[in-house]
């Protein structure tokens, strides 16, 4: 399917949510068996944010969509509708959408929740577009929110070294001229479910004392496996997104991938055939942030200057699911 049209949508602006606090390598020294040389070479982390215990997801989307939407000049009653991607929702019901709604005072908008995990931002894009596109809505705004050291097993070394928190945020509107999305590739492949997923703890396995005991609940990965799997699948969606939108790697200004690994991230470039150069990283400062990594360093890339009005952004993600995406856009 040859994609390449007037895009419909728009990123209008961004904003980022990082809590303060920092957690270094050398720290989780002390709490599992690891070092500071493994992770870096392994990963390409240094470090990441860890939220203190009384900031929510809802407060970093909340917190990140106000900036966003102070950046494109709308008060909290021109939403029109709130989208949320995250993995680690305040509580299972009523959504974190809806947390967020209350807290910015979007009283006119519609708010919901979906879980695509780290590839949340990029399906949000795609969502938006969609309700814009149909009429339904005029002025979204995409949140990506995890609190990912809620859900990660402090004592699995091969997990929690690899996770951060924090929020992005996007309020995206009608295109008016040739700037927007210009190309949309989703997929999923839910046999691979168990390499990457908390068994625990929902309404099949309701949480009880089994559970706790075998930290079910937790986050579990199958790491090397869901490697090869980001890296195959990054590839696919990078290509499949530059060919909708009638582009090659030449015209792209930068490439903003998922920041899971430094090692996934320069397999996606060498793939798509960009110099790191024309890459974003950041998961050296911030670790994987899941939903929120890849809004968190688009909106770095804005504020650096990285990303101009006219630039054209290749995004790339891939996470729990599976599900994969990319997006076109340009800005
Ligand atoms: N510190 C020190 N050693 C560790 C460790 C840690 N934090 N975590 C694992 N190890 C050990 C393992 O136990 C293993 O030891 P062994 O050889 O004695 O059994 C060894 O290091 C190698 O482990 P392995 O899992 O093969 O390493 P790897 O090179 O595949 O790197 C990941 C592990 C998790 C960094 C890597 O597989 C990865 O990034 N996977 C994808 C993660 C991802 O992208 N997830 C999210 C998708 S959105």
Same mark, same amino acid.
């Given at each position: 399917m040859i994609q390449s049209r007037l895009p419909r949508a728009r990123v209008v602006s961004t904003g980022r949510f990082n809590p303060p606090r920092i957690v270094t390598n050398h720290e989780l020294e002390s709490l599992v068996d690891t070092n500071d040389e493994w992770i870096r070479t392994r990963t390409g982390i240094r470090e990441r944010r860890i939220a203190d215990k009384d900031v929510h997801a809802a407060d970093m989307a909340a917190a990140a969509g106000r900036i966003a939407m102070e950046r494109a000049g709308i008060t909290a009653e021109g939403l029109d509708m709130i989208l949320l991607s995250t993995?680690?929702?305040?509580?299972?019901?009523?959504?974190t959408a809806c947390d967020v709604q209350a807290l910015l005072g979007a009283r006119n908008a519609a708010a919901y929740d979906y879980a695509t995990a780290c590839s949340g931002f990029l399906y949000g894009l795609s969502m938006a577009e969609a309700h814009i596109a149909s009429g339904q809505a005029e002025t979204v705004l995409v949140c990506a929110t995890e609190k990912m050291s809620s859900i990660?097993?402090?004592?699995?070394?091969t997990t929690c070294v690899l996770f951060g928190d924090g929020a992005g945020a996007a309020v995206v509107q009608k295109a008016?001229?040739? /700037?927007?999305?210009?190309s949309t590739f989703m997929k999923s492949d839910g046999?691979?479910?168990?390499?990457?997923?908390?068994?625990?703890?929902?309404?099949?396995?309701?949480?009880?004392i089994a559970v706790l005991d075998e930290r079910s609940h937790y986050v579990k990965m199958a790491g090397p496996e869901v490697f090869k799997s980001a890296v195959r699948a990054m590839c696919e969606a990078a290509e499949t997104a530059m060919a909708r939108a009638g582009v090659t790697s030449d015209d792209i200004d930068l490439l903003v991938p998922h920041q899971a690994n430094i090692r996934i991230i320069e397999a996606t470039a060498k793939y798509a055939r960009m110099?790191?150069?024309?890459v974003y990283v950041n998961v050296d400062r911030f670790g994987n942030m899941s939903s929120a990594s890849i809004p968190v360093a688009l909106d770095e890339a804005c504020e650096l200057g /990285?990303?101009?009005?006219?630039s054209l952004v290749l995004m790339v993600a891939f996470g729990a699911g599976f599900t994969w995406a990319a997006n076109v856009v340009r800005f």
């Open positions: 993995a680690t929702p305040d509580r299972l019901l009523p959504s990660v097993d402090w004592t699995d070394r008016t001229d040739e /700037r927007g999305i210009m046999t691979l479910a168990e390499l990457l997923w908390r068994p625990g703890g929902g309404s099949r396995i309701p949480l009880d110099p790191m150069e024309k /990285r990303i101009q009005p006219g």
